[in-house]
DNA sequence: GTGAAAGCGCTAACAC
DNA sequence: GTGTTAGCGCTTTCAC
């Protein structure tokens, strides 16, 4: 390994020098850089960042943590901020939680241990008060898809509440009375918020939705199936249907289709997220487009930017609105065809 | 921050001492032992990785390069990938290489500043010698997914060539004659070898495979369906399709529906990759399943232990094998069909 | 069993 | 402009 040591002395000067030259420094004489960088580039020398983070108290490096990377959600979301991380020259340090809270809890402690100055994190299970702890602890620390009123100006997150009211709504003007909705079994977050706004919007219609016309189940594909059948064994009738998020979606069309029904003509079907899985069924998927790896972008360069302390933050929280994506799933309703 | 000293101090002894407690020393009475201990707990502190990294010269961190995390491909390996560090007790650094030569050195680059001691890379784009030179400078660096034989025993790669022929061979065994494939424009790497598997398959067969019937197009839905359009406008007559990957197989489906043509009654077809949208379309894709996940784990692990140099390589290739797996677009040729 | 001390590679005063 | 020097927090001999 070539050290500063080793360029300082190759190239016949000090190692401050050397590491004046290195940070651009100004202040050293023309001809002395050029020696040194030409020293630099043939000894291939490169700076040893541990050294240098151990000194400087400053790492450059910014952590992010997902339940699981294999989830195309999650794998959007950490591609946005790579580019963001990228961009700024800040390396990325990556850790699963796996949707437990006591490895959810370990990820954090693993960044905090390699002085990560800032962390973005998608946190599902730790309690306000150990993440409030936590966002005291680190100024760069940024909450993606969680709003908490104390720490708003940390807190990077979707309007689920108007999403589900923008695709309820988008059903209602196509004519549709009869809804159903098959919902996460964690009502907790996300799943809550998105049953609110699809509440509201029905009511303001003067809609009714029967609590036996609300489905819940697993959030995957797997638990859209189960939910169609539960509500068609219930005699449920439908004509539209609100799912969750895209894969619960694609279950459900599945199991209409299985169910002799088709899609759009017989039941419209919504999603939720809009991942690549949206595209790929027939129809494809009618959705809410979740803007995750902007919003990931975003998180990441507001948490560099919070990371340092010296600039006041601005008092305002940062909200994305989800966005309609009309594809083929769904249909005026049968009744009020021409 | 609370540091050693800090420790050592309010412990009444000193760091060498916190030191061998830290280290599960035991050669620290049993007594001085558990005060340390408690004081470390009641200070919350914990060892600064980059100090540790600078004298132990072991960073126990492991980087990882990919093109880009939003692609569910990519996404699983990094799962792999964390898994893998995780159980290892390494830390994980990420980098996008957006399917760029530039930016995949400069990925590999900024892994080197941040003295991984092990890299996993799936490389599309540096030139053998680049990869060579790298893997000599570097022990702990593994290729996934790319097969150079100088250096076979750092290689994590699947036998794309076999996995194709096995995708044939089933098609072959249902009773298909009149074969078509879609695949990549870019024939270097898996594209190729998969054509070579099908047409060794077609040949041993004694089955003829047109030049006309062979589409190129880009390895994605859009691709997928624009060159089954081109197959149909050619006027190429066949009842058995095989993409090169999950998503040209999926756009595929879409064009042949939409061309009146029904999967699998009409034509079967077949993807390559095993990602969550082909469980996604409708009929549910029969692939070939590559255990992505479970080969970056393996590289990882290799990685790890090549990282130490002190104990001898074994000196063989890390070769997996994709599993067909059978779902709902293959069907019996129809000229087969009581 | 425990402490003192050297030093990992680097940055940042502080001298000259 | 350039060099000297004091650490950053830690591990690891080497004494005692």
Redesign the interface.
Known sequence: MVTIKDVAKVAGVSIATVSRVIHDGHQVGEACRARVKKVIAELGY??????R??VSKT?NTLGVVTP?????F???L???V??GA?ENNY??????SLYETKSEQEAI??L????CQAIILHSEYSDEKTLLKLANEIPGLVLINRYMPAIANRCVWLDNVAGARQATDYLINRGHKNFAVITSIYQNGDPGFRLQGIRESLKLAGLHLAEAAIEESTAN?EGGEQAVQALLNKGIQFTALLAYNDLMA?GA??AL?AAGLRVPEDVSVIGFDDL??S????PRLTTMHYPV?EMASYATKLAIQLSDTSIEPENRTHLFIPQLVERDSVADAPESRG
């Open positions: 490169r700076p040893n960042s541990n050294a983070a151990l790492t699981k990377l294999s989830m195309p999650f794998g959007s950490a591609s946005g790579e580019k990228r390396k990325l340090l990556m850790s699963n402690d693993s905090r241990d390699h002085n594909m694609i069309i599945h289709f690549i899985v595209r790929a069924c027939r790896e």
